[in-house]
Nanobody, 121 residues
Framework: QVQLVESGGGLVQPGGSLRLSCAASGSIFSIDRMGWYRQAPGKQRELVATIFSGGRTDYTDSVQGRFTISRDDAKNTVYLQMNTLKPEDTAVYYC???????????????WGQGTQVTVSS
């Protein structure tokens, strides 16, 4: 069994910063793509940032230059550093990862439970 556990959400004022973490645990052989999604009330879940196993990153336009995704493969953990936060960044943030549990390298998608980020004065 594999679990993704997020932490680091909370309430922050506009212009502030937060750092989200997501640790994968359980029977893990290899992790490919890791990413962060978010879902605001009344809106569809959207992809925020992705980091691939080789280190390449990709961001949605609205967070480019403000958010940074990184990973620590030794800890099976992905991070999202969020700077210059805006009220429109308010959402539940979900961690996502493609994980293979054996050397057969069959990858399955896993999700975290979500962590609330609220940007408000």
């Amino acid at each position: 069994q594999v679990q993704l556990v997020e932490s680091g959400g909370g309430l922050v004022q506009p212009g502030g910063s937060l750092r989200l973490s997501c640790a994968a645990s359980g029977s893990i052989f290899s992790i490919d793509r890791m990413g962060w999604y978010r879902q605001a009330p009344g809106k569809q879940r959207e992809l925020v940032a992705t980091i691939f196993s080789g280190g390449r990153t990709d961001y949605t336009d609205s967070v480019q230059g403000r958010f940074t995704i990184s990973r620590d493969d030794a800890k099976n953990t992905v991070y999202l550093q969020m700077n210059t936060l805006k009220p429109e960044d308010t959402a539940v943030y979900y961690c996502n990862a493609l994980i293979a549990r054996t050397s057969l390298r069959v990858y399955y998608e896993y999700w975290g439970q979500g962590t609330q980020v609220t940007v408000s004065s």
